[in-house]
């Protein structure tokens, strides 16, 4: 008999039991830092609940009315009035209460993200060794199914807000890094140079220089960071968290094509405010039509004629 070879190995199923290294890696990384996911569990739960507490404190009319004005200030009066009739058309259909649950969840996912991926991508600008090591990580993040992610945060956490918001932060968390990387590498070199010319310091050129300069491309990063983690707190429904997403799964569990279309509809228009919103914070030519750039072009009328 001819001795096996690598080929016939692999031919049988060679055997490579990278599911069992995860699964212990994750059972280890439990055991050892209970404490800290305890913790990571109460704040966010804290965070989470309270936050959507607070929304649905607030009368349904005045808050539309806050987020219209939001719209209104940094977008334009059309953003405003596309607001309120799209905001009454969510409360209309019944989805007020999940819609405000899903926000609160977002914007906790996302600040924690954005709270991560900002520094982490400051690092990776200032230090080439970082970035070369970080990539492959950010990689392999922005690839891995939305899906895997509920997998760990199910495991710690169990099922709930607190999964869904560490699943959403894991998932939307590469495009911030890359954005405040390329932002900051994308700053005249030039430019630099004149304040190194003028002795400031590294953290006065950071801050005073590239930061500025890098904004509109970091709070492109930070659009695409609450995009997607709008689109993961859908998927985070699987993991029991409430709101918009839970309405989604069981809309598919239960075939319910009403409930489904509401569900969805009302996921649309809050991504649909949110976008708009940051993308103007990021695009100073986005304040022309709004409330800022009126009062400023007032500004100067009123300057220029005194």
């Given at each position: 008999m001819r001795p096996a070879s690598i080929g016939d190995w692999f031919a049988d199923g060679f055997p490579i039991p990278v599911g069992d290294w995860a699964d212990a890696a994750l059972d280890w990384f439990k055991d050892?830092?209970?404490?800290?996911?305890?913790?990571?569990?109460?704040?966010?739960?804290?965070?989470?609940?309270?936050?959507?507490?607070?929304l649905l404190a607030v009368p349904f009319g005045v808050l539309i009315v806050v987020f219209a004005l939001v719209g209104w200030l940094v977008r334009s009066w059309q953003l405003a009035l596309g607001t309120v009739i799209t905001l009454l058309l969510v409360y209309s259909m019944g989805q007020w209460e999940n819609a405000m649950l899903t926000l609160a969840l977002v914007l906790v996912a996302a600040v924690i993200a954005i709270l991560i991926a900002i520094p982490l991508g400051i690092l990776a600008a200032r230090n080439d060794a970082f970035s070369a090591a970080i990539k492959p990580v950010l990689d392999f993040m922005q690839t891995m199914p939305s899906f895997v992610y509920l997998i760990p945060a199910v495991l710690f956490f169990g099922i709930g807000f607190v999964p869904g918001v560490f699943a959403t932060v894991l998932f939307s968390l590469a495009p911030g890094v890359r954005f405040t990387e390329l932002g900051i590498r994308g700053v005249d070199s030039e430019t630099v140079e004149a304040g190194q010319a003028f002795g400031a310091t590294p953290g006065r050129i950071l801050r005073g220089i590239q930061l500025p300069l890098a904004t509109p491309t970091i709070m492109a990063g930070i659009n695409?960071?609450?995009?997607?983690?709008?689109?993961?707190?859908?998927?985070?429904?699987?993991?029991?968290?409430?709101?918009?997403?839970?309405?989604?799964?069981?809309?598919?569990?239960?075939?319910?094509?009403?409930?489904?279309?509401?569900?969805?509809?009302?996921?649309?228009?809050?991504?649909?405010?949110?976008?708009?919103?940051?993308?103007?914070?990021?695009?100073?030519?986005?304040?022309?039509?709004?409330?800022?750039?009126?009062?400023?072009?007032?500004?100067?009328a009123a300057r220029a004629a005194a």
């Open positions: 050892v830092f209970e404490w800290l996911l305890d913790f990571v569990a109460l704040v966010i739960g804290f965070l989470v609940d309270g936050l959507g507490d607070g695409q960071v609450i995009m997607l983690a709008l689109s993961m707190a859908v998927v985070a429904g699987m993991a029991g968290a409430d709101g918009l997403g839970k309405e989604v799964v069981q809309a598919i569990n239960t075939l319910n094509i009403s409930q489904g279309v509401e569900a969805g509809l009302s996921v649309v228009i809050v991504a649909v405010f949110l976008d708009r919103v940051t993308a103007a914070l990021g695009n100073p030519a986005e304040y022309k039509s709004s409330l800022i750039g009126t009062l400023k072009k007032r500004r100067g």
